[in-house]
């Protein structure tokens, strides 16, 4: 494919769409410098080429060098505001950079255009979480179910934050419905359990933790447990 393009190159030396192509070509084969030294060049014979930037900043992003890819993104951003996944790559570097609220402030733009995405107002929620912001999660992981009653991780990271803020019913609540929806899942069966445990039905507990086990024989957090409760509960031989 890349001695196509250098064919068209030989034709038409300033031809950005076919140095935007072999850039695609090695970003493809995981060669990121290639691949930004030719979008580069598309750039420079097309200043708007917004998805030269925005690859470009893919390849950044894939070196790890965020500060780069957030640059290229916003240029990109600039150019065509209103492509939804320039936003999500944008955003995605800010998290890897550990800068949610810039994270957030992309998801927000992503909304703006399109607010019927489960899948942004689920990664809000997660920049949120990780700011410690945790009613703004727990009202984003909602919106995310609304969209999508089967969002598993939607309920998944819900149920932590409520057994983390020790609102065991409520987590109770969202690993049951976990477990409609996947009832062989034994690290559900061993969530449920932990907060089955520390909302006091201790019975309720050694059933969730004994289920995790016959799924999972090798789940060890779910032994610990059980023992944990056996011990607590006087029952040293168990």
Do not use: C, W
């Amino acid at each position: 494919a890349i001695r196509q393009f250098e064919a068209a190159l030989d034709l038409d030396p300033e031809s950005s769409e076919a140095y935007y192509n072999i850039g695609i070509t090695y970003l493809g084969l995981y060669e990121y410098s290639n691949a930004i030294q030719y979008f580069e060049k598309a750039i420079k014979f097309d200043a708007n080429n917004a998805a030269a930037y925005a690859n470009k900043g893919v390849a950044f992003a894939a070196n790890e060098d965020y500060i780069s890819a957030t640059s290229e993104f916003s240029r990109a951003i600039e150019i065509d505001p209103k492509k939804i996944n320039y936003y999500q790559n944008r955003a995605r570097a800010f998290e890897l950079s550990s800068k949610y609220d810039f994270a957030i402030k992309d998801y927000d733009s992503i909304l703006d255009l399109n607010s019927q995405m489960p899948d942004v107002f689920f990664l809000r929620a997660n920049a949120y979480a990780q700011l410690g912001q945790i009613d703004l999660a727990i009202r984003d992981y909602g919106e995310a179910l609304l969209l999508a009653p089967l969002f598993e991780d939607a309920y998944l990271n819900r149920a932590e934050i409520y057994f983390q803020t020790q609102q065991y019913d409520l987590a109770i609540i969202d690993y049951v419905k976990l477990l409609e929806i996947n009832p062989e899942s034994s690290s559900v069966h061993n969530g449920l359990g932990l907060a089955q445990y520390y909302s006091g039905d201790i019975q309720l507990a050694l059933d969730s933790f004994a289920k995790a086990i016959e799924l999972d024989p090798n789940l060890a957090d779910s032994y610990n447990n059980r023992a944990a409760v056996f011990l607590n509960a006087g029952l040293i031989e168990q």
